[in-house]
């Protein structure tokens, strides 16, 4: 006796279209979460990692990896922007950057000097001076923070004083702000203990963490699964019509 009533040939497609469909994108989302969880090992290994001359990986750095740099040149100690949008928002306060010339280069590096905590009112934190002569920094070269949707268009140009302050640091809005080239990457100094700056720099994941790649993963296959259950729901033999069956054979 079949369980089963004989599918049309349109719902076995459509079910397993779906299943298919579904279950790819959960492999998808594990797959993305284990690339990020690489990228993870990799940002907390570049921290001890021997320092390389900034020069050797200025213009073409390797793919997913952060070397760990140094660079001697002169800070544009006039020329500073504020990011009203750091991942310390609790503290309220702005991570500060600042370009910086290297030395026999035309071209300008962006520097993350860190986060300067705020004193409790609407106004930015008081930035202390910026040295004037040669420095040597060192520090992780690594992609900018992410830029998203700034209503109102570009906030840099319609300020007329500095410090600048914006909500996103976007190379190609600072470049044409300052009127030069920049690098495709900027560098995040290290840690010092002397220094205002609160440098605790971490590989920004937040808006989509490995964890929740492999929670829609779940869903993803949650919702294969529910796929198969419905076909075979919708397509069981009912008790109530195999005895009405019976009768009319009789």
Do not use: C
Not at 101 to 126: I, S
Not at 158 to 167: D, F, G, L, M, R
Not at 196 to 210: A, C, E, G, N, Q
Not at 235 to 242: A, I, V
């Amino acid at each position: 006796m079949r369980l089963m009533r004989r599918p049309a040939w349109w719902s076995v497609l459509l079910t397993l279209i779906g299943v298919l469909v579904f279950a790819r994108l959960g492999v998808w989302q594990l797959h993305r979460a284990d690339y990020k969880e690489a990228l993870l090992r990799r940002y907390a290994a570049a921290a001890s990692a021997p320092i390389q001359a900034f020069d050797a990986v200025a213009d073409r750095p390797p793919a997913d990896a952060y070397p760990r740099v140094h660079v001697d040149g002169h800070y544009r100690v006039d020329r500073v922007y504020l990011l009203d949008n750091p991942k310390h928002d609790s503290m309220g306060g702005v991570e500060v950057y600042v370009p910086f010339q290297p030395l026999d280069e035309q071209r300008l590096l962006m520097v993350d000097l860190g986060f300067l905590p705020g004193n409790g009112t609407d106004k930015a934190p008081q930035l202390p001076p910026l040295p004037t002569d040669v420095q040597t920094l060192q520090g992780l070269y690594q992609p900018p923070p992410g830029a998203g949707l700034e209503l109102g268009g570009n906030a840099l140009v319609q300020q007329k004083q500095w410090p600048k302050t914006s909500i996103y640091l976007d190379l190609h809005q600072v470049a044409a702000d300052l009127h030069a080239t920049l690098y495709p990457r900027v560098l995040t100094l290290d840690a010092d203990p002397s220094a205002i700056y609160v440098r605790v720099h971490t590989l920004d994941l937040s808006s989509m963490p490995p964890a929740r790649h492999r929670a829609y993963a779940y869903q993803w296959f949650t919702f294969a699964l529910a796929a198969i259950v419905i076909f075979v729901v919708l397509h069981r033999k009912r008790r109530n019509q195999g005895a009405e069956k019976k009768r009319t054979q009789a």
